[in-house]
Structures are given as C-alpha cells and as structure tokens.
C-alpha cells in the first residue's frame, strides 16, 4: 500500500476492442439497488461508457499502485490516473459526450461539475468518514482478514487527513449540513422540472450528479444526507428515472421512515449596534492595518484572497473596518479571515458573509432570482474549491509559477530570512496541500485546460455586463475580483503560463482593472485631507488597543 494512493477502489482500463473496468469494491448487480461501486467516480465513468456507447466489462482489479481510478493503455507504456485525466483521455480520442451544448450551457455544466467534484463529492467522504464502521460492514464481505484489519484503517486515516487539509473535515456539523443543502438546492433548481439539465439529452454534468446523488440515496450510511436530499423531490425523481434509464432498476415506493431534519429557525439579531468609524468591524488577516502585500501601488490589500474577499465585501456595503495581523492557528476553524465584534469571534469567509447578512442585512444577494442564487452559487464552489488549488499549484508547485512567484514585488521587498527560509517552508506546505487534492498526478495541460475553463465560464457570464448578474454588485462578484485581481492586476517579468492564460480573456482582465480600488491596500487609494489625517491619527491610536484586545482573546 502506497501512502500516495487516494480512496478505496481501483479502476482499470484496457484499449481495445474492449474496455476492462476494475475495482476493488464492486457490489454487483445482486446487490441493486446499491450503486455498482463504492466510488462514485468509478460509477461516474461507467456512466459515461454507456452514454458513449463504449464496450466494457467488469473485473476486480489488484494493481494499488496508482491513484484510482486510472486508465491503462497495453498498447503503449503510458497510464492515465484520476477520472478526470480519463475523461479527458477520451475526449481527446473523439468520444465527446457534450458537444450539443451551447456555448452558455457548456459554462453551465462546466460549474455544475465543480460543485459536485470539490463540494457535494467532499460532503459525502465526510459523511461516510464520520460512519465509516458502516462503510466497513458494508464491503467487508469482499475482503480478507488482512485487508479489513489494516488497508482500511490506513484508508480512514487518509481520507480524515485529506478533507482537513481540503477544509471540509474542520467545520462542525450543522454548517456541513447547510452546505449539503446549499448544494443540492443549486441542482434542484437549475434542473426544475426539466429531465435533465439541459433538456431531453444528459450532459456530463447529469452523469456525475447521478452518480454522487445516487450514493447519498442508496449507500446504507448512518447521517443527514439523505434527509437533506428528500428536501428536494424532483432531485429525488431524478435518481429513480437514471437508475431505471441506465440498469433498468424499476422504479420503487418512496421510503416513509426518512427522518425529517427539522429546519433551523432563521438566527435572531443579537441587537449588535451597527459598526461606526469609532467602532469598526476588526478584520483579521495575514497583514496589518495600512499594510500592503508590497509597496507598489497596484499592491493587494492582503496576500489571502479569501481575506481580500471580506475587505472588498466590506468596502462595497461601506462597513467601517479595521485590520489585524493574526495566524490561521488562532481561529475557531484554523482558517482566515476571522471578525471580532461586540464579543463575536467568526472565522470562514462564507460564514462571515451570512452573519452580517442576518445580523444588519448585508447580503448583497437580495434582488438575485432563484436562478441567479443557484448559478451564483456554483461560481463560489468554482472559485473557492477548484480554481483556489489551481491558484497554489500554479504558484507554489509549478516550477514556472514558483520562478515568477520569486520575482514579484512580494518576495523581492522581503527580509532575507523570508526569501531564504519562510517561501521554501511555506512552498511545502501548501504543495502538501494541494497534493492532497490528487492535482499533482494529472498532466499540467490539464491543469491549464481546467484553468481556461473556469475562465471561460466566468467570462461567458460576465459577457456584456457590468457585474455578473447585471448592473448591482454581488456578494460573488466580491468573491470573484478578490481572486482574480491578484493573477490580473499586475503584470511579470517573468513568464507565467496562469497569468497569460488570464489574458485570453479580455473582459475579465477589464472587470478586474475598473474595479481595482475595492481590492488594492489602502495606503494606494485616494490621498487623505489635513483633518482626515488628523482624525485617523487620532483613531488609530485608539483601535490599536482593540486590536490587540481581540488579538489576546484569540490566544485565549
């Protein structure tokens, strides 16, 4: 067993007149209406065979030395791994499963799939960590004394240490029950009443949501999932009409012993007074207050974007704020950014935003139709939790992006210390990080084609209009520039495949640019008058014994 090795199955693949599909943990056709396999990956590409009308069989597979599920090729020494290589692989030979979509669709289904890949599929590994003696009694009867004592516990162990590092394992239960409702509540609506999500022909994005939905339906898991699901009836009818439509499984009576997870009342105000100049928001970030991420005047106003998100949040909505320089290990979720106020401590960007939102009606999403909440919410899974890893392997683990990393003001304006000692430490650990998402193993084409593909979806969206969703700003719209602005807003001297890749989009780069005050440091906006210095003097004396009040109840 190699440590590298990700989840429980393996799959593999022959080219030729027949595809070979292999896994470790097949349930089998007697074992309908369970899904064919524990991975919902794996049953992801055996829907995609069958779409493609592509021959296979099935066996079980013994090779773990590679990251499942993988493709083997005997007519050549190469070997594809993960199923997005895959399904790239295939598309590559001309087996094209969303070519009758349009150009908008196609933006669509491209972030439909980044929801279920980086939320809903992390939600159920989560679920079935937290139960995994269920998942064991569940595949048991397939494996030997060996393997049940020691490969799945090394198994567990690896799956905890990577929903950690990916962010979901560190959140309690209740706000993962309200993202597996955010989630779903995107799928439902923007598959309504429609057979699929783009009319009468499934996409790609169809397939995966079948398959991870199916799991959440029929995997005899213990946790609220499955309750969140059947919050959603047409989600659930969807499941039934693709298992039938794919292993004809007829369709069956609804089960009547679901319990119903009792909806959370909308949280009181806590009556917090609104934030004033003489008492700001304090906003913990990786830099201090008047700090800037270098000295130029196209200089970030933190180094985070998740922390930049909550600054352009709070410049748009005209909250008075202060900074804080603060490490991840001192929040409640070992995250940033963090707020303190009034006696409140809140980490999680995301969280932040909703507690504002209820507590003083900062939202930013109020005027949104469903429909623009539901696309709206699947850009912020895109950016967050796809194009955020790209953003570090591009940066920290590609060679070219490290070289160009090196060369920007940041690095070149710090201590020796930092530039010797603190990048290479930070370089590894965030590389492990990133590893952990499986990035690592496909090829960087990929990577970059993934990249173009997010740019290209946002762009499709952004096409002819001020902001994402017209002519008033979004809460997404914060979340997009804070991310963009860092690879848009300068130019290197080095060259950098990401920012080039940028380029190609010239609407995004004008957005970014038109909007660049509400991301820059503050010591690079509008000169302050006599009396505005005077007066800021005067309250930065002040608001420094705040902050570092807040600073020792954080310590605390």
Request: glycine residues 4%; contains cysteine; aromatic residues 12%.
């Amino acid at each position: 067993y190699q440590r590298r090795v990700r989840g429980t199955e393996r799959i593999q693949f022959t080219i030729s007149k027949m595809f070979h599909l292999c896994s470790e943990y097949l349930f089998g056709e007697k074992q309908l209406p369970l899904p064919p396999d524990l991975n919902p990956q794996t049953v992801y590409v055996e829907l995609v065979l069958k779409q493609l009308n592509l021959p296979y069989e099935k066996a079980k597979a013994h090779d773990s030395s590679h990251v499942t599920p993988y493709l083997k090729i005997e007519e050549k020494p190469h070997q594809v791994e993960d199923y997005r290589g895959i399904l790239e692989h295939l598309t590559s030979k001309g087996h094209v499963l969303d070519g009758f979509l349009t150009p908008e669709q196609n933006a669509i289904c491209s972030l439909l799939n980044q929801t279920l890949d980086s939320s809903l599929y992390y939600l159920i590994l989560n679920q079935w960590v937290h139960h995994f003696e269920d998942i064991k009694e569940l595949i048991s009867p397939s494996l030997s004394l060996l393997t049940k004592v020691f490969h799945l516990n090394s198994v567990k162990s690896d799956l905890e240490a990577r929903l950690y590092k990916q962010g979901y394992g560190r959140h309690k239960e209740e706000v993962l029950i309200q993202k597996a409702r955010n989630d779903l509540s995107c799928l439902s609506v923007l598959l309504g009443e429609k057979p699929f999500f783009f009319g009468e022909q499934p996409s790609s994005a169809d397939l995966n949501a079948f398959s991870q939905l199916w799991h959440i339906h029929d995997v005899p898991v213990k946790g609220h999932l499955k309750s969140v699901l059947y919050e959603f009836p047409n989600l659930v009818s969807f499941v039934s009409r693709l298992k039938e439509k794919y292993y004809a499984i007829a369709p069956q009576e609804q089960p009547q012993d679901i319990p119903k997870l009792e909806q959370q009342p909308e949280k009181p105000k806590e009556g917090k007074p609104a934030p004033t100049p003489e008492n700001p928001i304090l906003l913990g970030g990786f830099l201090d207050e008047g700090e800037g991420t270098d000295s130029t005047e196209k200089a970030m106003a933190d180094s985070s974007p998740f922390v930049l998100k909550l600054e352009v949040f709070f410049r748009v909505n005209q909250i008075p704020y202060k900074k804080f320089k603060t490490s991840p290990q001192k929040s409640p979720t070992n995250k940033l950014p963090v707020v303190c106020y009034e006696g409140v401590n809140i980490s999680d960007s995301s969280l932040i935003i909703e507690w504002f939102k209820t507590e003083f009606g900062f939202g930013l999403t109020e005027w949104m139709t469903p429909e623009q909440r539901a696309l709206g919410h699947a850009i912020q899974i895109s950016v967050e939790e796809t194009f955020y890893w790209l953003f570090l392997y591009f940066v920290f683990v590609d060679d070219q992006g490290y070289s160009a990393f090196k060369a920007s003001p940041t690095v070149k304006e710090s201590n020796f210390f930092a530039r010797m000692a603190w990048y290479p430490v930070l370089r590894m650990l965030l590389g492990g990080q990133v590893k952990a998402q499986n990035l690592h193993i496909l090829p960087r084409e990929l990577l970059l084609k993934m990249v173009r593909n997010s740019f290209a979806a946002w762009s499709l969206i952004l096409d002819g209009k001020t902001f994402l969703f017209g002519d008033q700003v979004s809460s997404i719209d914060c979340l997009l520039l804070a991310f963009l602005a860092p690879v848009g807003v300068r130019e290197s001297d080095v060259p950098w495949d990401f920012h080039d890749t940028l380029k190609e989009f010239p609407n995004l780069i004008e957005y970014v640019t038109r909007n660049e005050n509400l991301v820059k440091a503050r010591t690079h906006l509008k000169k302050k008058s006599h009396k505005e210095k005077e007066h800021g003097e005067e309250h930065k004396a002040v608001s420094y014994t705040h902050l570092r009040a807040h600073e020792t109840v954080l310590d605390l």
